[in-house]
């Protein structure tokens, strides 16, 4: 069984309407050294199949039927998180082709195919997939940084204002307080904002 240096075995996950043709594309991949996980006719079987398994597979799918369908298929399959997906088209038919890619297949093959083709889309698809998960994860990462430092600043405003501390001593303070209860300074920044929007909203009650 193939498998790319830095990356866990290739299983392959097959789908065409056509159970002809989807044994067809499970033969190739076979021939080109690759283990066949499942192989599929039916959309919502695979759906099933990726979505309750915690393994990632790469997803050979034939786009020269039912085209819309299989588009739609592989939108819902990447719309969670990025997927090694090789979609086939036929040669002549370079916008299926491009439409696929912008559903989110990350390699072409171009039907017939052979096994050093498939060999070198499918690894294309896999570091593809690998790449993706990364930068999102880069992303989110980033995300919640800036979330945090949005919080810290929030509430360094709210103790520079109640307490008439200067920033730096209101980030201290903040700092110290992560130090001894062993918290992120994000959560220590919840707590004073929340404690603060508890006694402006008792303040307002009270004056009701």
């Known amino acids: 069984m193939v498998q790319q240096a830095g990356l866990a075995p290739m299983r392959i ?123 999102e994860s880069e992303i989110l990462s980033l995300r919640e940084k800036l979330a945090e430092r949005k919080l810290i600043e929030k509430a360094k405003g709210i103790l520079m204002d109640s307490a008439r501390l200067s920033e730096a001593e209101a980030f201290r303070l903040i700092q110290k307080e992560s130090q001894d209860k062993r918290k992120r300074m994000s959560e220590i920044a919840t707590s004073i904002i929340s404690a603060t929007e508890l006694v402006t909203a008792a303040k307002r009650a009270s004056a009701e």
């Open 13 to 135: 996950c097959i789908f065409s309407p056509e159970e002809e043709l989807c044994e067809s594309l499970a033969l190739g991949s076979q021939g080109a050294g690759y283990q066949i996980e499942q192989k599929f006719s039916e959309p919502r079987k695979l759906e099933e199949f990726i979505s309750c398994s915690n393994l990632d597979f790469i997803v050979f799918i034939d786009v020269r039927r039912q085209r819309e369908q299989c588009l739609q298929l592989i939108k819902d399959l990447c719309a969670s998180r990025p997927r090694a997906m090789v979609a086939v088209v036929n040669e002549a038919d370079s916008r299926l082709g491009a439409q696929a890619i912008d559903a989110g297949a990350q390699a072409l093959l171009v039907n017939p195919v052979d096994a050093k083709d498939i060999r070198a889309a499918f690894t294309v698809a896999a570091h593809q997939q690998a790449k993706q998960s990364r930068l």
